[in-house]
């Protein structure tokens, strides 16, 4: 069995330490700004790493990029927010499969939980994007 830990720390030495010990880490790039040295630091360690963001729309282009750069420096998987623009959801999953990156994209609504209908209208449109 692994757990994985979903990190947000203060510091890179913080989140260097943490991840030495675990088997899988989500790391949030819109949670810290990692320096494309910090991130490629970490992503070599032995520890699994999801990469993700949450939808930020001002900074969405520049997200997509740190995405597509944690997938060179040797990230596990990547966690797509489906509140992007749907291009660039395309995009990053074509970048992933290029670079043998598995690849969740996942749906956040922290107001309320949608209707089981609604719900399932997004299941079928995140599934869109596996074909």
């Known amino acids: 069995m692994e757990i994985c830990v979903s990190l947000n720390?203060?510091?890179?030495?913080d989140y260097l330490q943490i991840s030495k010990n675990l088997d899988?880490?989500?790391?949030?790039?819109?949670?810290?700004?990692?320096?494309?040295?910090?991130?490629?630091?970490?992503?070599n360690l032995n520890?699994?790493?999801i990469v993700s963001f949450l939808d930020t729309k001002m900074q969405e282009?520049?997200?997509?990029?740190?995405l597509k750069k944690a997938i060179d420096f040797g990230a596990?998987?990547?966690?797509?927010?489906f509140n992007i623009s749907k291009k660039n959801i395309k995009n990053i999953i074509e970048y992933a499969r290029l670079k043998k990156c598995?690849?969740?994209?996942s749906y956040h609504n922290f107001n309320e939980t949608p209707i089981k209908k609604k719900?399932?209208?997004?299941i079928n449109r995140i599934k869109k994007f596996n074909s």
Not at 9 to 13: D, G, V
Not at 76 to 81: K, M, P
Not at 119 to 122: K, T
């Open 61 to 66: 282009v520049a997200n997509v990029e740190k």
């Open 76 to 81: 596990d998987i990547i966690d797509v927010d």
């Open 9 to 13: 720390e203060k510091t890179f030495a």
């Open 119 to 122: 719900l399932n209208e997004i």
């Open 24 to 43: 899988f880490v989500e790391i949030r790039l819109d949670l810290f700004n990692f320096s494309d040295i910090e991130l490629q630091q970490l992503l």
């Open 102 to 105: 598995e690849t969740i994209i």
């Open 47 to 49: 520890s699994k790493f």
